[in-house]
């Protein structure tokens, strides 16, 4: 019963007609990273070039002789160069979204070596009988500023493997420029420092220079450096981007399977931020239970898209991503989910719920007027008759605002040897889920707000005692308060999860509201940095870890925790389903 209601409550959704199961929703979510957001992935920037890097050691050796009767040394030279390494610290990068590309910039200070720990550079020179130097120099170079610049490329593709939309993240080779110069270079010959002009034009006879073995091999490892880190950067994007697909498929009762589906079917990139829009389906069959309503696809309603990056007014941070669902889209998940019948439930005295469910809970509708049918208490049973799905709309008083019409419950009790309904109730309520987001554990919990003064009772069968009908709507708030609510007691803490962090990001604020021209999406904004909490919630095989802080870590955002709560909670709900089974 707990389960029944926790999800009838968390995925809402309209009853109407317009939008069969399984049809496209255009739209369906819309994902914005506004020019803060990328702010933040920028600062995953530095993690792609390693901080310090080894310059291998350079080994060169030549001669020349001449041989008639004897053989006499034209030239003989040899050079080492060991010790070399270079920093490479990324500042001040940022990707700003422009129109249709987004431009990435950065700015990198480069140390080769230092005085302290300068490159050491070994040479023997010989020239005929002129010239023969041997000595070690100490090098080192002033930081030198690199400046990167190259555009991005964003757009949406087939896999040819799963033959799947999928986001593809192009970047091209970087422009990059330094200000590195001779004057930056010091080279320390101790007694030979004079003579360095001179080892250079003796080198240089061979195409060799000395200043070639600092400033080269350190131009090569940051060609190295800029051009290797640009299949992470795409890999990055794509990844963080493409989590939010989601095909997965859910047994929502023992004989039904619901399939989700959402994938990136567009991009838009202006100066306000970048948009993936999303196409979602959901596809199940008819449950046996559901034919009799005749109700066979969810509403759709006209609505405009919110702009690009908009936020509602009084949104107390600059969001870093903003999350659209729109209302047709949980329409039809909830649809899809009632369709299939996971709002038709028998409930029986199993010795799980607070109180035994027997005919002693007539009594308590309607004292002493049931007394004459059961001189004892025997056992009953409440069938459900979700007659509607829920309807859902996101302008009220909390993040999703639920209207529950004609849910109606059947109460059987055995009489004269056959189990009999002795009263039906149709039950309509206004309730409400909010999520909390703790930013120091990095829990999100979804608080539902649903009790006795929310319900408005109708007696819709009651041939045994119809002078009863007032007095038992008069009472059934106490019947909720007595079985309902300790049902939903707990049910905040069973619906809290923990986030995952991504390459060191994380959730740092959550804010949900309702969004667009008409206020008909539901809109979820947050920002993201370093968190203060360790990674939980979801492992790499997409089940639901320990709520209580002590979840995994991941490098990657698992599908069922991107932009959507829908498939997280479905997932959680079957896991716990299947352990209280087991």
Same mark, same amino acid.
């Given at each position: ?50 901080? !310090? ?14 041989? %008639? ?225 005749? %109700? ?78 059961? !001189? ?207």
């Amino acid at each position: 019963m707990r389960r029944l209601l926790s999800l009838a409550l968390v995925f809402p959704a309209l009853a109407l007609a317009d939008i069969p199961v399984g049809e496209e929703v255009d739209g369906a979510v819309l994902v914005d990273v506004t020019p803060s957001g990328f702010d933040t992935i920028t600062s995953l920037i530095p993690s792609l070039i390693p901080g !310090s890097i080894v310059i291998p050691d350079i080994h060169m050796y030549d001669y020349e002789e001449t041989c %008639i009767i004897w053989c006499w040394d034209w030239y003989e030279y040899s050079l080492d160069v060991n010790n070399g390494w270079v920093d490479i610290g990324v500042n001040n990068a940022q990707i700003t979204p422009g129109y249709d590309v987004l431009d990435l910039s950065a700015t990198a200070l480069v140390t080769v070596n230092n005085y302290w720990d300068p490159i050491y550079i070994a040479f023997d020179a010989y020239l005929i009988e002129f010239i023969n130097i041997d000595g070690t120099c100490e090098g080192y170079m002033d930081p030198i500023t690199v400046d990167i610049w190259t555009p991005i490329y964003v757009d949406i593709v087939q896999n040819p493997i799963t033959m799947q939309s999928e986001l593809d993240v192009t970047v091209p080779d970087p422009i990059w420029t330094w200000n590195a110069n001779g004057d930056k270079l010091h080279i320390d010959c101790g007694t030979l420092t004079d003579v360095i002009d001179g080892l250079n034009w003796v080198l240089g006879i061979f195409g060799v220079n000395i200043y070639d073995f600092v400033i080269g091999p350190a131009e090569d490892l940051i060609d190295e450096q800029v051009m290797g880190m640009i299949p992470e950067l795409e890999q990055t994007i794509e990844e963080a981007f493409n989590a939010a697909n989601i095909h997965e498929e859910f047994p929502i009762t023992d004989d039904v399977i619901l399939s989700i589906d959402l994938a990136p079917d567009d991009v838009v990139i202006t100066p306000s931020g970048m948009r993936l829009s999303m196409l979602g389906a959901i596809e199940t069959d008819m449950d046996e239970c559901i034919e009799e309503y005749g %109700i066979h696809a969810s509403l759709e309603t006209a609505s405009s898209d919110p702009s690009i990056g908009s936020a509602p007014v009084g949104l107390p941070f600059q969001h870093d991503v903003g999350a659209f669902i729109d209302d047709d889209f949980l329409n039809q998940a909830m649809f899809g989910i009632w369709y299939g019948g996971l709002l038709c439930q028998v409930i029986e005295d199993d010795g799980t719920l607070p109180i035994a469910l027997d005919t002693n809970l007539l009594g308590l509708l309607a004292p002493g007027v049931y007394d004459e049918f059961f !001189s004892e208490a025997v056992p009953i049973m409440i069938t459900t008759r979700p007659a509607k799905p829920l309807e859902a709309y996101a302008q009220g008083p909390h993040d999703v605002n639920v209207s529950l019409t004609e849910l109606g419950l059947d109460f059987h009790a055995e009489l004269d040897g056959r189990m009999t309904r002795m009263v039906g109730v149709n039950l309509e309520a206004e309730a409400g889920v909010d999520l909390v987001f703790d930013d120091q554990t990095g829990e999100i919990v979804i608080d539902v707000a649903f009790d006795a003064d929310d319900v408005v009772p109708s007696i819709t069968f009651n041939e045994f005692t119809p002078e009863a009908n007032d007095t038992i709507v008069a009472s059934f708030s106490s019947v909720f308060d007595s079985l309902v609510g300790p049902i939903l007691g707990g049910l905040t803490g069973d619906l809290a999860f923990a986030l995952p962090t991504f390459e060191g990001l994380g959730l740092t604020g959550l804010k949900a509201s309702a969004a667009g021209p008409s206020n008909d999406y539901f809109g979820f904004f947050a920002t993201a940095g370093q968190p203060s909490y360790p990674g939980a919630g979801c492992d790499d095989s997409g089940g639901c870890g320990d709520t209580g802080g002590a979840g995994c870590t991941t490098g990657h955002l698992p599908s069922r925790i991107a932009f959507l709560l829908l498939p997280v909670l479905l997932a959680c709900f079957r896991r716990r389903q299947q352990s209280d089974r087991a």
